[in-house]
């Protein structure tokens, strides 16, 4: 029997099976999927625009992968974006690497809204050094806007001419701007990995292992330090005794026959939908309502990051086809909540560039151009010539924001699809609107001679949070400040289901500095959950 059992070898159980193996458990890790070819990155070949649109697609339901499950999102306004594979969604991801700042984990004290954190900053703060160090981190040191940080690994990813051209408009404005942290290599870092090329298309792939998905930095150390990987693993429930404690997790293999595997400890790391699902589907006589979820709370408060987009168009080329679509300098000048904008908390701006050339043609930012005799010239006029402000919003946990069963939909093995129920309030629209205010004045400021803004990105459900809550109190929340289960102790959920809020950011760097505290607070407890010592 294993020490441990991990369900999910994306970003956060990634971390965490190589800091327990390192301390010497035995650990086992159950991934749907598979680890992905890089001798088949899409963007290896001509047609990757169109991978992006299918096989490659962020949503499940579009994509229709072997190692997919279905999602019910028909009641949900942002759509979910995740991926079944060794490296979990990192493998599509954009590589922002910031993290949360000291008031996100205390809005409830500072601002009356969501509920604090029981854990600060400071206690996260050598988890995230470590994290940057497996990762390998671009970027610049000294950011007045945010606490401080060891120097970064490697030099920022290069700003670009629209880079340049916003920074010194932000300037002008007397608004905050850095250099966006960055989980990609500027120059060669880490095992086999080269430095980034600027070829663009990073959510489809990085060929030469620039970008840190989590199966070319910790799976390869985890794998050596004895973590054993088993693929193609679909988990459809977590076992428990007759007191409610987990005994391990039973699972379709490869061939679709049922396996169940033992461990003393089962940590879930299969993102803020999947982790609910499974806890969802893991009823018994103790649990009948899923497992730990006496109190209801398994699935609610669904969180994502609602994003607007304002695009801009340049009479200048600004090479935006250019390098890493997703970082380049970000703005917190909004962060913080201000009474007088007419909603609590803030949101971030962060900079992305060009779309390709079909996606340009087609109207992937802004409008679809027009075909016909004037077509090449409007191309000429725009590919390479935009820029975007995405404005990244604080979602605030809210209970009928839930994920459940659904009772229409079935994954391959006839196990039911988890269903999505997710609506805006009036908060974030507000927010959205000011945040579109700002980043249309910035543009007209670094003079854009037009500017597009989008009121919501529909498929941008890349980051779902806080379905599994943590808190102090085992009334209010589903995990402990360890990230264990109040009513089953020998539960660990690593992913971002425990997210108690959301902050304005991208959570990956957060989520994978919990699971590797998550990991040493079970390395510390062991002998107290049934790990032998």
């Not at 922002?96 to 954190?117: A, E, I, K, N, Q």
């Not at 990609?184 to 489809?204: E, F, K, T, V, W």
């Not at 909540?337 to 609590?344: A, E, I, K, T, V």
């Not at 006029?381 to 069963?405: C, I, K, Q, W, Y």
Request: hydrophobic share 40%; aromatic share 8%.
């Amino acid at each position: 029997m294993d020490d441990v059992l991990i369900v999910g070898a994306g970003a956060s159980g990634a971390a965490a099976a190589w800091r327990l193996a390192r301390a010497g458990l035995r650990v086992t890790c159950l991934e749907q999927g598979d680890w992905v070819s890089y001798a088949d990155t899409p963007s290896l070949h001509p047609e990757w625009e169109i991978a992006r649109q299918t096989t490659h697609h962020p949503n499940p339901n579009q994509r229709q992968g072997a190692a997919d499950y279905p999602i019910d999102d028909a009641d949900a306004a942002i759509k979910p974006f995740l991926y079944n594979a060794v490296g979990g969604s990192t493998i599509l991801w954009g590589a922002h690497f910031p993290r949360f700042r000291p008031s996100d984990f205390r809005t409830r004290t500072l601002d009356g809204v969501g509920d604090d954190w029981p854990i600060t900053y400071e206690d996260l703060a050598p988890f995230y050094e470590e994290n940057d160090r497996m990762m390998g981190v671009a970027g610049l040191q000294g950011d007045p806007g945010n606490p401080p940080r060891g120097p970064r690994q490697m030099p920022p990813i290069p700003l670009g001419r629209a880079g340049e051209r916003m920074a010194a408009a932000f300037d002008r404005l007397g608004w905050h701007w850095w250099p966006a942290d960055v989980a990609i290599n500027s120059i060669p870092y880490g095992a086999g990995r080269g430095a980034c090329n600027n070829c663009g298309p990073c959510d489809l792939g990085c060929p030469v292992k620039a970008r840190s998905s989590a199966d070319v930095t910790y799976w390869p150390q985890a794998l050596a330090a004895g973590v054993r990987l088993i693929t193609h693993a679909t988990a459809f429930e977590v076992e428990t005794d007759a007191q409610g404690r987990a005994t391990g997790v039973a699972y379709f293999d490869r061939e679709g026959v049922v396996q169940r595997h033992k461990a003393a400890v089962v940590a879930l790391a299969a993102n803020g939908v999947g982790t609910a699902r499974l806890m969802l589907l893991s009823t018994s006589k103790r649990f009948p309502n899923g497992l730990a979820n006496d109190t209801d709370l398994v699935g609610r408060r669904l969180m994502h990051h609602p994003t607007g987009l304002v695009t801009a168009r340049f009479d200048e080329a600004m090479e935006g086809q250019k390098g890493p679509f997703a970082v380049s300098i970000l703005s917190q000048q909004f962060y913080e909540s201000d009474p007088s904008r007419g909603f609590d908390r803030g949101y971030q701006m962060q900079l992305i560039r060009s779309d390709g050339p079909v996606g340009t043609a087609c109207g992937g930012y802004l409008p679809r151009l027009p075909w016909g005799a004037d077509h090449h010239a409007a191309f000429r006029r725009t590919f390479g010539h935009t820029a975007s402000l995405t404005v990244t919003t604080e979602d605030l946990p809210r209970l009928e924001n839930r994920v459940t069963l659904s009772s229409m939909l079935t994954d391959k093995h006839g196990i039911p699809a988890p269903k999505m129920t997710y609506s805006l309030d009036d908060n974030t629209r507000r927010m959205i609107a000011h945040g579109i205010a700002n980043a249309s004045r910035a543009f007209g400021e670094a003079g854009a001679v037009e500017v597009v803004a989008q009121d919501l990105l529909v498929h941008a459900g890349f980051h779902l949070l806080g379905t599994a809550c943590m808190g102090a109190d085992p009334g209010a929340s589903v995990v402990n400040a360890t990230s264990r289960a109040h009513l089953v102790p020998n539960l660990v959920i690593l992913d971002g289901s425990v997210f108690t809020t959301a902050a304005a950011l991208n959570p990956t760097s957060t989520l994978q500095a919990l699971a590797l505290r998550a990991a040493d607070c079970l390395i510390r407890d062991r002998a107290s959950i049934g790990v032998a010592a």
